[in-house]
């Protein structure tokens, strides 16, 4: 019985052997461009797909492959039948994150009602963006739609054209209706998903920097929640008693992951990342270097051992087990830390807004995360079903009122089923900071790099190096990059 | 090795012994520590493993491999593991048993070279070009393309093994074939090959791990249906959670298997790793 | 028919390894070169036209790229020296005759088998400074707490140690099945001579066995010079890029970057000084005649 697959095997070898010269001799060019040899092959024949086949209606009926998203209404029935997108297939791709662990316990419910089969297929975080760099890249992918980052990836994605512009579906009254209500987005967070008027995704998850912290403590020594960065520092420093494992201050000090936890420092010393208009790097400001300073400071002398390797999850276990006094990070992890199954100081930790600087309190709030369809999909109008359906007021409300995602739908914060499984707290500083700036790292195409340059600059602060010469060459550097972006 | 144990023993040798034996515990502490460590914490709540002082007793939950068989669906990702694994264990034994056999008897020393670069070159070279590849030929999305990708390192360690291993076969069993009539052909498939059972077992077990452990071509190439176990331990880790019990349970599902299975063919493994190094 | 297979089976038995190792591995190679030689980037915006050796030419002044050299031979010489003299030792040691040997050579092959990502998971839980179970257990005996890969100075030796953890008993197992091959005339001529049990090892184990180590050392090194799984895992570079290898900072470039041409070039030359260790294995093979 093996028998059969190993001589088809050894065929498709000889196929490989025989068009092997061709892809040496002419590399396939990166633009997403989809090479016109695809097309008409339909990518979903051979795969036993995880949900049971719901039809046998022939999908290349109801899903016109190559058909322009404008064109694509002349052979549907506009009367429209309840499941016009029957039988297709879509493939998603999307980040581990609790978006999606909730969201595929409701899938079912879009399967059944719009007769589309959903693969959900999910990645930790950095390999998502390699997943969907290489597919993109090669040409020829068969992802439908995917989660992706606005801040770190928007750009990118969109400077190669590996995005379907939403507005063409929003735009159009047929295929988006009025109760979808796309006004209801925060407009913010539209504007991050915004790149050069095209609308990349769906905005779905939002976040903003807040001050976790430990109220028995605080109290126990007579303090208050700090307002400002120097309460911060004063209690911090005062909460620290190394001898007894116990100390004031962590917070994410691992160079890439910390700028984004970083910014809301810097901007609140009045600081920035460059300047958008004349694009100077501006990270060795005198601004900047207080900011880098106290934020090296703080982890230094008041933080447990070890922060320069450390991410949320090593920050947010320290903070669980009751070490440590105050935290900022973002606001989306607050489930590590306010779950009594999670945090051994769930009762005792409380939430405030991001202490004010030298020109007040200015977090970063943020979308961190949004639902775009590819362009080389060959299921775009399917596509934009399944991101109407996952993005409808509904379905936000469903994923906000069980406490698994913080939305981006006004009217689902102004619902009090959207606020029931969220701290009074937490919520007060979500609507405090909700004006805050919309981006956590610098708006360049190249954010990776960015992130490691500027994480050098944190890196020595945290290790008591020269803060002003790491920043001079930091911002070199980072000046260079910029130079570099293309126009 | 070899030297006779005196039938009496002083006090000196039995100090000796007692030295020794505390010696090879500590050796075997040290290597066995991560696996119990492991195994520990699979049975306990995120909120137990990150204690300290741990918990020495506690009541275990089995709520992390709940979560890794039901909500996690490893049992689909193990099957995908096992048909690649068997799969590039089975085309790397039909490609490499040939080639290593020619390598062997006719000196093909050239060849040898040119199927072990394939173990130096950085797995990274190949994951773009690869890619491209399969899409051309309309592969991705299938167990076909992992098995492929997992022979570049199957083949090359198969043939490692079994070119000493047929050069130990003496020649004179092969001609003698051939003076009774038989072709080429026949003497390698009946009179060699039946007696390279032990050199294939240990080369299709090796093989067969390395498959199984490979994380880079898997990141890379498998998509939901193909996703093979350690890719999937990332599922593990999310943007705003991580679940180290989860983690830990997934990893003993993971390990177990390859454990089980080199323990069981602890002599044909041992001579897997040895091959090449030692002579005979 | 059966003629001509006869003729040419020197040829046609290996033509099937041959032409898949053509199609997977040379494709593979060519278009890397092909890549290095083009200012290729996602991210920057640059198509892959041909440029010629601009790559090249950036590499020396990238310090990241030369301190990622530095590091990779850093991190594989400390791990290697370190399996190479623990394995001999132990090796040693259990080479005699005691109950519980098979026992304790079954479990010497886990560490190798386990699945490098779930293993480095383990270390990585085990290392966390603060609630990690090795620093818990160094305090309990008043030695000095480590920050292991949480800091710049130590994180190279703490992976290290995990490679070492990883490996040794590879090197033991070989160095075990060299030992009893061993013949045992000079043995028994030494104990008629009145030698130590430190002389015999001196002079006459270590020097035979001395080809086997070296085989085993070389091996190691080729594998360790590549090593990824436990470093993309524990701490993808980090902290700073203090544990940035070369395979590390070809997988930034290409994959968080997205500069595909650089990258390539950097694969190259990475490829480059992987393929001069593995020479000096094949070299070494021959002239040790093994």
């Known amino acids: 019985?093996?028998?059969?697959?190993?001589?088809?095997?050894?065929?498709?070898?000889?196929?490989?052997?025989?068009?092997?010269?061709?892809?040496?001799?002419?590399?396939?060019?990166?633009?997403?461009?989809?090479?016109?040899?695809?097309?008409?092959?339909?990518?979903?024949?051979?795969?036993?797909?995880?949900?049971?086949?719901?039809?046998?209606?022939?999908?290349?009926?109801?899903v016109p492959p190559t058909a322009a998203p404008a064109a694509t209404k002349a052979p549907e029935p506009t009367a429209a039948p309840a499941q016009p997108y029957k039988g297709a297939n879509l493939r998603i791709l999307v980040a581990n994150h609790p978006w999606y662990d909730y969201l595929k316990t409701i899938l079912p419910d879009f399967q059944k009602a719009t007769g589309i089969n959903v693969t959900l297929e999910n990645y930790a975080e950095n390999d998502l963006v390699q997943k969907l760099t290489t597919e993109f890249t090669a040409g020829g992918s068969t992802v439908d739609a995917f989660m992706q980052r606005p801040l770190q990836e928007g750009k990118l994605f969109a400077q190669n054209g590996w995005y379907v512009d939403l507005n063409t579906f929003i735009k159009d009254a047929k295929k988006t209706p009025d109760t979808y209500n796309f006004a209801d987005f925060q407009k913010a967070a539209i504007g991050t998903e915004t790149v050069k008027d095209m609308l990349t995704g769906i905005p779905i998850v939002t976040e903003q920097e807040v001050l976790y912290y430990r109220k028995d403590l605080y109290q126990a020594a007579g303090l208050q929640a700090p307002k400002t960065l120097d309460e911060l520092e004063a209690a911090a420093a005062k909460l620290t008693d190394k001898s007894k494992q116990q100390f004031g201050f962590i917070a994410r000090g691992q160079g890439n992951p910390a700028v984004t936890q970083f910014s809301s420092y810097l901007y609140s010393y009045g600081g920035d990342w460059f300047d958008q208009n004349t694009k100077k790097a501006t990270l060795n400001t005198p601004e900047a270097i207080a900011a880098?300073?106290?934020?090296?400071?703080?982890?230094?002398?008041?933080?447990?051992?070890?922060?320069?390797?450390?991410?949320?999850?090593?920050?947010?276990?320290?903070?669980?087990?009751?070490?440590?006094?105050?935290?900022?990070?973002?606001?989306?992890?607050?489930?590590?830390?306010?779950?009594?199954?999670?945090?051994?100081?769930?009762?005792?930790?409380?939430?405030?807004?991001?202490?004010?600087?030298?020109?007040?309190?200015?977090?970063?709030?943020?979308?961190?995360?949004?639902?775009?369809?590819?362009?080389?999909?060959?299921?775009?109008?399917?596509?934009?079903?399944?991101?109407?359906?996952?993005?409808?007021?509904?379905?936000?409300?469903?994923?906000?009122?069980?406490?698994?995602?913080?939305?981006?739908?006004?009217?689902?914060?102004?619902?009090?089923?959207?606020?029931?499984?969220?701290?009074?707290?937490?919520?007060?500083?979500?609507?405090a900071s909700a004006n805050g700036r919309g981006y956590d790292r610098p708006l360049v195409v190249q954010v990776g790099a960015a992130r490691d340059i500027i994480g050098t600059i944190i890196t020595a602060a945290i290790n008591g190096e020269d803060v002003t010469a790491a920043a001079n060459k930091a911002n070199a550097d980072f000046q260079k990059l910029l130079d570099s972006e293309p126009k | 090795m070899a030297k006779p144990q005196p039938k009496k023993r002083t006090a000196a040798q039995v100090l000796g012994d007692v030295i020794f034996y505390v010696v090879v515990l500590i050796i075997l502490g040290f290597f066995l520590a991560p696996f119990l460590w492991m195994v520990f914490n699979s049975f306990k709540t995120p909120l137990q493993i990150a204690k300290m002082p741990p918990d020495w007793i506690f009541t275990p939950t089995l709520a992390n491999y709940q979560n890794v068989f039901s909500s996690q669906k490893f049992g689909n990702y193990l099957w995908n593991s096992i048909v690649i694994g068997a799969g590039s264990t089975f085309f790397g034994l039909v490609l490499g048993l040939p080639a290593a056999y020619a390598i062997a008897r006719y000196k093909q020393y050239g060849i040898a070279t040119a199927i072990l670069i394939a173990r130096i070159v950085p797995g990274i070279t190949f994951l773009i070009p690869l890619f491209i590849l399969f899409r051309q030929l309309q592969m991705i999305d299938t167990y076909q393309s992992l098995i492929l990708a997992h022979m570049l390192v199957a083949l090359p360690f198969i043939v490692w093994v079994m070119v000493p291993f047929f050069e130990s076969i003496p020649q004179e069993l092969e001609e003698a074939a051939r003076v009774d009539g038989a072709s080429i052909l026949q003497a390698f498939f009946q009179i060699i090959l039946p007696i390279s059972g032990p050199g294939i077992v240990t080369g299709a077990i090796l093989a067969f791990v390395f498959s199984w452990n490979n994380f880079m071509f898997s990141i890379q190439l498998a998509t939901s249906n193909t996703k093979t176990v350690p890719v999937a331990i990332y599922n593990f880790i999310g943007y705003a959670q991580i679940d180290w019990g989860g983690l830990m349970a997934a990893a003993v599902t993971i390990t177990l298997p390859v454990l089980v299975l080199a323990l069981f063919t602890q002599r044909y493994v041992i001579r897997g790793l040895t091959a090449g190094a030692v002579k005979g | 028919m059966s003629n001509f297979l006869d003729r040419n089976v020197k040829w046609l038995f290996p033509l099937p390894a041959i032409l898949f190792i053509l199609v997977m591995m040379v494709f593979p190679i060519l278009y890397t070169v092909w890549n290095s030689m083009t200012p290729w980037s996602i991210s920057a915006g640059r198509p892959p036209t041909f440029f010629g050796l601009e790559n090249y030419q950036k590499l020396p002044d990238d310090s990241r790229f030369v301190a990622s050299i530095g590091r990779t031979f850093y991190f594989t010489i400390l791990a290697v020296s370190l399996e190479v003299i623990l394995g001999v030792a132990i090796a040693l040691l259990l080479n005699r005759e005691f109950r519980f040997k098979r026992i304790i050579n079954s479990i010497m092959l886990l560490p190798m088998m386990a699945t490098p990502v779930a293993i480095a998971m383990v270390w990585l839980l085990m290392y966390v400074p603060t609630t990690g179970i090795i620093n818990f257990v160094l305090r309990a005996f008043g030695l000095p707490e480590g920050l292991w890969v949480y800091n710049a100075q130590s994180v190279i030796p703490a992976l290290a140690l995990v490679d070492v953890w990883e490996w040794t008993p590879m090197i033991i197992l070989i160095c075990l099945a060299g030992?009893?091959?061993?013949?045992?005339?000079?043995?028994?001529?030494?104990?008629?001579?009145?030698?130590?049990?430190?002389?015999?090892?001196?002079?006459i184990t270590l020097p035979m066995l001395m080809p086997t180590i070296s085989v085993a050392t070389l091996l190691r090194l080729i594998d360790a010079i590549k090593t990824f799984d436990i470093i993309y895992t524990m701490t993808q570079g980090g902290p700073g890029f203090t544990s940035e290898t070369i395979n590390i900072y070809a997988f930034v470039q290409s994959f968080q970057y997205f500069n595909f041409g650089y990258a390539s070039s950097v694969l190259v030359v990475f490829f480059a000084v992987v393929l001069s260790v593995s020479l000096l294995v094949t070299y070494s093979r021959r002239s040790l005649e093994i």
């Open chain 3, 179 to 203: 030992l009893t091959a061993l013949p045992h005339d000079p043995f028994e001529a030494a104990v008629v001579d009145g030698a130590s049990t430190w002389q015999t090892i001196r002079y």
């Open chain 1, 1 to 62: 019985m093996k028998i059969r697959l190993m001589l088809a095997l050894l065929l498709v070898l000889a196929i490989v052997v025989a068009c092997a010269p061709a892809p040496t001799a002419t590399p396939v060019p990166p633009t997403a461009a989809p090479k016109p040899t695809d097309a008409p092959k339909p990518t979903d024949a051979p795969k036993p797909t995880a949900a049971p086949a719901a039809t046998s209606a022939p999908a290349a009926t109801t």
């Open chain 1, 292 to 431: 880098f300073t106290l934020f090296g400071k703080l982890h230094k002398n008041y933080a447990p051992p070890g922060t320069t390797n450390m991410s949320w999850p090593q920050a947010v276990a320290v903070f669980a087990q009751g070490s440590v006094a105050s935290y900022t990070d973002a606001n989306s992890i607050f489930a590590n830390l306010l779950d009594p199954t999670k945090s051994t100081v769930a009762e005792k930790t409380g939430v405030v807004v991001f202490p004010a600087g030298p020109k007040g309190s200015v977090p970063y709030s943020v979308t961190s995360w949004g639902l775009s369809i590819a362009a080389s999909s060959k299921n775009k109008d399917a596509a934009w079903e399944f991101v109407k359906w996952a993005t409808s007021k509904e379905i936000v409300l469903k994923e906000q009122g069980v406490g698994a995602n913080p939305g981006a739908r006004a009217s689902v914060w102004a619902d009090p089923v959207g606020k029931s499984k969220f701290p009074a707290d937490w919520v007060a500083a979500q609507v």
